[in-house]
T-cell receptor
Framework: AQTVTQSQPEMSVQEAETVTLSCTYD???????LFWYKQPPSRQMILVIR??????QNATENRFSVNFQKAAKSFSLKISDSQLGDTAMYFC???????????????FGQGTILTVHP | DAGITQSPRHKVTETGTPVTLRCHQT?????MYWYRQDPGHGLRLIHY???????DKGEVSDGYSVSRSKTEDFLLTLESATSSQTSVYFC????????????FGQGTRLTVV
């Protein structure tokens, strides 16, 4: 079974600054995917960024980037130029390679509440 | 939003009563999931479906059952609600490259009193 751990229950950052959210995971799988989801107060779950484990290059999406360290089983999210709209709960999630009986099931971390201050 | 609708959005029910939550999708996705969200636990998988009438248990399936008689509908039933089932419930589908991206409904806040 997989486990995902987010050790920072809460984080805060000033607008326009950079913040990094931490995530570690444990798995015996070699092929998998990692995700960061954002949940604003509206409760909607929004996919922020996706990383394939077989890719060494770190994924980036505009102001969002990850630092994927496969050997260390670490997957942190960096948010640059933080904006007030980034205030949300952020979840790290793991998915085994889809195929066989994995069926695209997600294992989530506990979440980190990020507050961006003006 | 990948065409996912959950109903109801909010519900308050009494302990011991049956409750059914509905997830409806409009884009013919094969895989559907029910998760519950609780503070300190993130989201946890309750049940999932990999086709019509094909379902299986997730991590926290005790006290829940599901049914999928049509591709578009995935129902979650609490046979006899308990206070420990007070939670926010999310339905999801798999889409994107190789079905490796999950898209979620708006969530249902269920309170069992």
């Amino acid at each position: 079974a997989q486990t995902v751990t987010q050790s920072q229950p809460e984080m805060s950052v000033q607008e326009a600054e950079t913040v990094t959210l931490s995530c570690t995971y444990d798995t015996s799988e070699n092929n998998y995917y990692l995700f960061w989801y954002k949940q604003p107060p509206s409760r909607q779950m929004i996919l922020v960024i996706r990383q394939e484990a077989y890719k060494q290059q770190n994924a980036t999406e505009n102001r969002f980037s990850v630092n994927f360290q496969k050997a260390a089983k670490s997957f942190s999210l960096k948010i640059s130029d933080s904006q007030l709209g980034d205030t949300a709960m952020y979840f790290c999630a793991f998915m085994k390679h889809v195929g066989g009986t994995s069926y695209g099931k997600l294992t989530f971390g506990q979440g980190t509440i990020l507050t961006v201050h003006p | 939003d990948a065409g996912i609708t959950q109903s109801p959005r909010h519900k308050v029910t009494e302990t011991g009563t049956p409750v059914t939550l509905r997830c409806h999708q409009t884009e013919n996705h094969r895989y559907m999931y029910w998760y519950r969200q609780d503070p300190g636990h993130g989201l946890r998988l309750i049940h999932y479906s990999y086709g019509v009438k094909d379902t299986d248990k997730g991590e926290v399936s005790d006290g829940y059952s599901v049914s999928r008689s049509k591709t578009e509908d995935f129902l979650l039933t609490l046979e006899s609600a308990t206070s420990s089932q007070t939670s926010v419930y999310f339905c999801a589908i798999s889409a994107g490259p190789g079905g490796t991206e999950a898209f979620f409904g708006q969530g249902t806040r269920l309170t069992v009193v």
